[in-house]
Nanobody, 127 residues
Framework: QVQLVESGGRLVQAGGSLRLSCTAS????????MAWFRQAPGEDRDIVAV???????YYADSVKGRFTVSRDNAKKTMYLQMNSLKPEDTAVYYCVANVRAILTTPLYTRDSEYHYWGQGTQVTVAS
């Protein structure tokens, strides 16, 4: 069983920045495929960013150039640096993990490919 705990969400003005963190339990964090999803009220849950075991990354078009995903395996933590925030970035952000990934596992963008989910952290961007 893996527990994921997100933090860092809050109210911010448009154009501002936030850094979300996700800390995992378990001793094999470095082997996990990790990602961020988000869900706005009344909307589907969407992929935001993915980071693989070898630090390769994927970004949704809507956040490319503004968000950066990273991981610190020693701290068992994944980050999402969000810059130039827009009101449409308002959502609950979820940290997810795929614990069966190998080095050649693709950067999954479907939520069904992930085994563990955090409780979510609210990001609200005011215009």
């Amino acid at each position: 069983q893996v527990q994921l705990v997100e933090s860092g969400g809050r109210l911010v003005q448009a154009g501002g920045s936030l850094r979300l963190s996700c800390t995992a339990s378990g001793s094999t964090f470095s082997r996990y495929l990790m990602a961020w999803f988000r869900q706005a009220p009344g909307e589907d849950r969407d992929i935001v960013a993915v980071i693989g075991r070898n630090l390769n990354t994927y970004y949704a078009d809507s956040v490319k150039g503004r968000f950066t995903v990273s991981r610190d395996n020693a701290k068992k933590t994944m980050y999402l640096q969000m810059n130039s925030l827009k009101p449409e970035d308002t959502a609950v952000y979820y940290c997810v993990a795929n614990v069966r990934a190998i080095l050649t596992t693709p950067l999954y963008t479907r939520d069904s490919e992930y085994h563990y989910w955090g409780q979510g952290t609210q990001v609200t961007v005011a215009s």
